[in-house]
T-cell receptor, first 112, second 111 residues
Framework: DADVTQTPRNRITKTGKRIMLECSQT?????MYWYRQDPGLGLRLIYY???????NKGEISDGYSVSRQAQAKFSLSLESAIPNQTALYFC???????????FGPGTRLTVL | GQQVMQIPQYQHVQEGEDFTTYCNSS?????IQWYKQRPGGHPVFLIQ?????EVKKQKRLTFQFGEAKKNSSLHITATQTTDVGTYFC???????????FGAGTILRVKS
């Protein structure tokens, strides 16, 4: 079984809709991350959490919010989706902030 | 802006040729990590370098961390079609608390 799972794997939605992407992990890691991948821009950090009570903005947090429901769950929300949020989204976990990160399979989001 | 720069953005090589991707930071890094993402897949950790001047090898892959801890490279000897994908470097800025990823180098191997 995968250690880091993401749902949904693919989603097509319309401008203005609220979308939630979910991430679950069984690795027992405190640290969780949401990244966005766009061609030519690599992986950009949206939000990160070092434990359930610690949520931090990354470099591109505008238009996004997160919720850390438990150690194992970290959700990303787009309150009102817009077309330039069309991208591949990855969740990741790590034991410490400078340890290797374990990525989920990704969610491909298309906003029309 | 992006604090970890990676070049080239794209490289297409003939199978058997060597390949190198470079990673540069304007500030000192406490460590550097390398990841590989196969087409349609997710990034997978390859290695971490921590010490100044460190060199590590994994079969045909050689990783280096610069003496000033501001640059790193990944060299693949005699590429194979299984090497195709995007290679990312990611560094932790000195006194920072998160990884910063480079934009990645896309490698295509022609057989």
């Amino acid at each position: 079984d995968a250690d880091v799972t993401q749902t949904p794997r693919n989603r097509i939605t319309k401008t203005g809709k609220r979308i939630m992407l979910e991430c679950s992990q069984t690795k027992g890691h405190d640290r969780m991350y949401w990244y966005r991948q766009d061609p030519g821009l690599g992986l950009r950090l949206i939000y990160y959490s070092f434990d359930v009570k610690d949520i931090n903005k990354g470099e591109i947090s505008d238009g996004y919010s997160v919720s850390r429901q438990a150690q194992a769950k970290f959700s990303l929300s787009l309150e009102s989706a817009i077309p330039n949020q069309t991208a591949l989204y990855f969740c990741a976990t790590s034991l410490y902030f400078d340890n290797e990160q374990f990525f989920g399979p990704g969610t491909r989001l298309t906003v029309l | 802006g992006q604090q970890v720069m990676q070049i080239p953005q794209y490289q297409h090589v003939q199978e058997g040729e060597d390949f190198t991707t470079y990673c540069n930071s304007s500030t000192t890094l406490s460590n550097i990590q390398w990841y590989k993402q196969r087409p349609g897949g997710h990034p997978v950790f390859l290695i971490q370098l921590v010490k100044s001047g460190e060199v590590k090898k994994q079969k045909r892959l050689t990783f280096q961390f610069g003496e000033a801890k501001k640059n790193s490279s990944l060299h693949i000897t005699a590429t194979q079609t299984t090497d195709v994908g995007t290679y990312f470097c990611a560094g932790t800025l000195e006194y920072g608390n998160k990884l910063v990823f480079g934009a990645g180098t896309i490698l295509r191997v022609k057989s």
